[in-house]
């Protein structure tokens, strides 16, 4: 049964860079499929932040891409989420997922399959 | 302001059946697929119905998923305390080049 856990400070400060990584386990990352990160405000809903194919190509959400870098290391079988010159609007639980993503005769399906228990990133000082 | 819209409760007696609307837009639901996420108190989300209408393996089949223009429904038969959860739509959005989702809608079952 494949697993995602995701680890990483749970505090960090102002204007610093939030950085997370996500293990896979039960399923090879070079297998395929693209791995992505959402996040969740407390009580309030689900944000994408982006997502990663095996080979290292990426989509970011473009309200966050200029601060956003994800990445991935298939020796490893794990992939990372940097998010940087964070403020209070950041502090969220961040989950990672497996990103089922395909494209045909004009139509996008995604939907993301496996989760992790997701971590919980405060931003303060 | 999402740009998925979904109603933000609904509820309805044990053993009735309820649906949770969302409403898009030609860039999003109306072109792509549509998946359906229960986040269960205090955990993270899961799969529920992807392509539209199609159950993960495992999930029952009292949920079920559609989509109509610009709009999708999930629909969940013979409710159960154990269903009360947020659930979420989420979609590809064509114009916005990301993955949107709904600001998600608390189910009670009473």
């Known amino acids: 049964q494949m697993q995602l856990q995701e680890s990483g400070p749970g505090l960090v400060k102002p204007s610093e860079t939030l950085s997370l990584t996500c293990a896979v386990s039960?399923?090879?990352?070079?297998?395929?499929?693209?791995w992505g990160w959402i996040r969740q405000p407390p009580g309030k809903g689900l944000e994408w932040i982006g997502s990663?194919?095996?080979?290292?190509?990426?989509y970011y959400n473009p309200s966050l891409k200029s601060r956003v870098t994800i990445s991935v290391d298939t020796s490893k079988n794990e992939f990372s989420l940097k998010l940087a010159s964070v403020t209070a609007a950041d502090t969220a639980v961040y989950y990672c997922?497996?990103?089922?993503?395909?494209?045909?005769?004009?139509?996008?399906?995604?939907?993301?399959?496996?989760w992790g228990q997701g971590t919980l990133v405060t931003v303060s000082s | 302001q999402s740009v998925l819209t979904q109603p933000p409760s609904v509820s309805a007696a044990p053993g009735q059946k309820v649906t949770i609307s969302c409403s898009g837009s030609s860039s999003n639901i109306g072109n792509n697929y549509v998946s359906w996420y229960q986040q269960l108190p205090g955990t993270a989300p899961k799969l529920l119905i992807y392509?539209?209408?199609k159950r993960p393996s495992g999930i029952p089949d009292r949920f079920s998923g559609s989509r109509s223009g610009t709009s999708a429904t999930l629909g969940i038969t013979g409710l159960q305390t154990g269903d009360e959860a947020d659930y979420y739509c989420g979609t590809w959005d064509s114009s916005l080049s990301a993955v949107v989702f709904g600001g998600g809608t608390k189910l009670t079952v009473l």
């Open positions: 039960g399923y090879s990352i070079s297998s395929g499929y693209y």
């Open positions: 392509d539209n209408n």
């Open positions: 997922a497996r990103h089922s993503r395909y494209y045909g005769s004009g139509t996008y399906y995604d939907n993301f399959d496996y």
């Open positions: 990663i194919y095996r080979g290292g190509s990426t």
